[in-house]
């Protein structure tokens, strides 16, 4: 079984939804949590990031963490065809970012 | 933001050739720096640690004489794919945190893309 379990979609929404983009994860050592997306053939770019449980609002984005049920989740308000890409959920035990597990990733197409 | 550039961005070469992939910090030092593989579809898997200074930390399974790193200066950090075959073929992503390691907020590149024909 993998660390980190990220339904891949495609998910695909008309502009103006709210998304809602999950992992679960298994090893309950990690403490750091964090959200990139990633537009085709780039690298990836850091969204959101929380450390153990909670909620984070950025903007339209707002990142969940639930530790007890080992399970994290994106919401994207008023989705706009910009958020076209994949999102990738990452998470670590310790303060190495380079060591952060990453899920495979949520294409989202965002229809105008 | 900090701005990490990666060159070249796609490039094709025959088996058994080497290949140098280049990863640039442009407005900030890394004294280190991550190297990561990416399959179609797929989750970053990370292959070694690049460290100024010092010799490179790999990943458990990432045959150290093949992808040879060299973390030449705090600004950047190369990728030396020896003797490439097809298998190698995939997109390679480096990475930098800002200041040292223990930070989460790290920076990516924009990724090479390596066809090994």
């Known amino acids: 079984q993998k660390e980190v379990e990220q339904d891949p979609g495609p998910l695909s929404v008309p502009e103006g939804a709210i998304v809602s983009l999950n992992c679960t994860y298994s090893?309950?050592?990690?403490?750091?949590f964090m959200w990139y997306r990633q537009y085709s053939r780039k690298g990836p770019e850091l969204l959101m990031y929380?450390?153990?449980?909670g909620n984070k609002e950025d903007g339209r984005f707002t990142a969940q963490v639930d530790k007890s049920s080992k399970y994290i989740s994106l919401f994207i308000r008023d989705s706009q065809p910009s958020d076209s890409a994949t999102y990738l959920c990452?998470?670590?035990?310790?303060?190495?970012?380079?060591?952060?597990?990453f899920g495979d990733g949520t294409t989202l197409t965002v229809k105008p | 933001g900090a701005v990490v550039s990666q060159h070249p961005s796609r490039v094709i070469c025959k088996s058994g050739t080497s290949v140098k992939i280049e990863c640039r910090s442009l407005?900030?030092?890394?004294?280190?720096m991550f190297w990561y593989r990416q399959f179609p579809k797929k989750s970053l898997m990370l292959m070694a640690t690049?460290?100024?200074?010092?010799?490179?930390?790999?990943e458990q399974g990432v045959e150290k004489d093949k992808f040879l790193i060299n973390h030449a200066s705090l600004t950047l950090s190369t990728l030396t794919v020896t003797s490439a075959h097809p298998e190698d073929s995939s997109f390679y992503i480096c990475?930098?945190?800002?200041?040292?390691?223990?930070?989460?907020?790290?920076?990516f590149g924009p990724g090479t893309r390596l066809t090994v024909t």
């Open positions: 990452a998470m670590s035990a310790d303060t190495n970012a380079g060591k952060s597990t």
């Open positions: 407005d900030f030092q890394a004294t280190t």
């Open positions: 690049s460290n100024e200074g010092s010799k490179a930390t790999y």
């Open positions: 090893n309950s050592a990690f403490q750091y």
């Open positions: 990475s930098a945190p800002r200041g040292d390691s223990f930070t989460h907020e790290q920076y």
């Open positions: 929380t450390y153990s449980s």
